[in-house]
Each structure stands twice: as C-alpha cells, then as structure tokens.
C-alpha cells in the first residue's frame, strides 16, 4: 500500500471555474476524511465518510462544496464557482483505529490557487 | 464544541536545546490526544498520542503526558536536533460518535545549528 494519494497536487483556476480533486485512501480504510489548511492554520475539518455514507459535513461548508465517495474506496471533493477565498490546501486522511485511538494518515493534499 | 489551544509560534532554538510546546484543550468525555507534525515539503503525520488520562505518549525523542486535571497535552524534548525543524500540532479526536479529529493551528520550530 502506497499510503493516501490525491490529485492533483496543485490546481490553478480562475475565479468562477468549478475544480474537482481526487482522493485514494489507504484500502483496509473505512474512514475518510477531508480537512482545509490555510497559511499559518491548522486543518480545519470538510467533511467524513465511513465507507460510502457521507456522515457529516461541516457548517461552514458553503453549498458550493460537495464530496462523494463511491462504492467506499476512492473520494472526490469538488468547488463550484470558486472564489478567491478557496484557495487553500484541501487534506484527505484515512483513518484506523490503533490501541483504541482513531489515527490520521494523511495524503500530501491539493493546492487550490484561484486567481 | 471540541478545541485545542496551542502556544503561538514560531519558537527557534539553538541545537541541544530544551523545547516545550504548549497545548491545552477543551472536549467532552475522554478524548484521545495527538501530537502530528509537518516537515517542509511533506503531508502531516502522526508523531505520538496518548488515549488516556495519565498516559505518555512517546516518540523520536518527544514525549507528551495526558493530563486531566489541567487538560493539557505539552509537547517536550530533551534536546532538538536541527532535523526536528518542523510545524508542530497538537490535536484531538473525540470519544463520542466517529471520533472527529479537531486541530490546534500549529506550532513552527526552526532548531539552529
């Protein structure tokens, strides 16, 4: 298992296009998450699905952002009409449990410019 | 809701030097406690936990105790290296539900030679 991947790394847009990003969790992995980190912040939670059920969402997710993952394995988190304030880096983590503790593991994440 | 505290950065140390980095937090119930770091050019990644009170987590050198009564989780190593150069963050994953995974906003160390 090569770990979590997404894609792409980076993704430069204009203001008002739509961009979708890809994420390939780790296989034995029912957990996903998506987190947003901006410049000097720490992650701040998106979204989670446990296999292929959309479990929560965070409320300050405007409607602009939806996430799927179908059939539980690989997960797409996609931007309508971006707006400069997107820009960011978009996390995905898979989890499992180990010794009773839910542990992130953590792709290299997609950088979203919008110009 | 759920939130983590942690001290403002960034914190440069000479090489062999003492760090702590500070981190505190608020959640209901029993939460599991993290430390993840970033080096540059790489993804987060787990770098110890402690899913009690009382439990020390440990590794690379660093440790960080559980701490109820102050809820508290500080992060600390005997002598930094320039390779721990890194952003630090402290987090924790609720004991109720899914277990979200909430963040502080990170810590930068710059360890010079």
């Known amino acids: 298992d090569t770990g979590v991947s997404q894609d792409p790394r980076h993704k430069i847009t204009k203001r008002g296009q739509n961009v979708t990003f890809r994420c390939d969790p780790i296989s034995e992995h029912n957990r996903l998450y998506w987190y947003r980190q901006t410049l000097g912040q720490g992650p701040e939670f998106l979204t989670y699905f446990q296999n292929e059920a959309q479990l929560e969402k965070s409320r300050l997710l405007s409607d602009r952002f939806s996430a799927e993952r179908p059939k539980g394995s690989f997960s797409t988190l996609e931007i309508q009409r971006t707006e400069q304030g997107d820009s960011a880096m978009y996390l995905c983590?898979?989890?499992?449990?180990?010794?009773?503790?839910?542990?992130?593991?953590f792709g290299a994440g997609s950088r979203l410019t919008v110009l | 809701g759920d939130s983590v505290t942690q001290m403002e950065g960034p914190v440069t140390l000479s090489e062999e030097a003492c760090l702590t980095i500070?981190?505190?937090?608020?959640?209901?119930?029993?939460?599991?406690l993290f430390w993840y770091v970033q080096y540059p050019g790489e993804g987060l990644q787990l770098l110890l936990k402690?899913?009690?009170?009382?439990d020390k987590g440990s590794n690379k050198g660093f440790e960080a105790t559980y701490r109820k009564e102050t809820t508290s989780f500080h992060l600390e190593k005997g002598s930094v290296q320039v390779s721990d150069s890194a952003v630090y963050f402290c987090?924790?994953?609720?004991?109720?539900?899914?277990?979200?995974?909430?963040f502080g906003t990170g810590t930068k160390l710059q360890v010079i030679p």
């Open positions: 983590a898979s989890s499992a449990q180990v010794s009773g503790a839910n542990v992130l593991t």
């Open positions: 500070n981190c505190t937090y608020t959640a209901t119930g029993y939460p599991s």
């Open positions: 987090a924790l994953s609720s004991s109720g539900g899914y277990q979200k995974v909430t």
């Open positions: 402690a899913t009690k009170a009382d």
